[in-house]
């Protein structure tokens, strides 16, 4: 089974960036779709981006052209640049992977790493 860690969160200004990773342990990374979800307070959880085994990135509408996924399979991990940075994108950020490929990975999950965005 496998096992998520993200890290990379953390305190920024408006218009700062940065890059999220999740590092994967315990399964053929190379074979999971991977994606990148948020939760706002008092929000559901949503999906930011995901990306395939075969590297096909997918983005929501509200982060496509700021937000790019990547992956390093030699590492097991997938990031997240955030560039651009603005205070609603303040939630927590999760990761997560299913072992086939989809747009919404979500069969394993991170425990997320917190992103806030405030002047």
């Known amino acids: 089974q496998v096992q998520l860690v993200e890290s990379g969160g953390g305190l920024v200004n408006p218009g700062d960036s940065l890059r999220l990773a999740c590092e994967a342990t315990?399964?053929?990374?190379?074979?999971?779709?991977m994606g990148w979800y948020r939760q706002a307070p008092g929000k559901d959880r949503e999906l930011v981006a995901s990306?395939?085994?075969?590297?096909?990135?997918y983005y929501a509408d509200s982060v496509r052209g700021r937000f790019t996924i990547s992956r390093d399979n030699a590492k097991n991990t997938v990031y997240l640049q955030m560039n651009n940075l603005k205070p609603r994108v303040t939630a927590i950020y999760y990761c997560?992977?299913?072992?086939?490929?989809?747009?919404?990975?979500?069969?394993?999950w991170g425990r997320g790493t917190q992103v806030n965005v405030s002047s």
């Open positions: 990306i395939s085994a075969s590297s096909s990135p």
């Open positions: 315990g399964g053929a990374f190379e074979n999971y779709a």
């Open positions: 997560a992977g299913t072992p086939r490929n989809t747009c919404k990975p979500r069969d394993y």
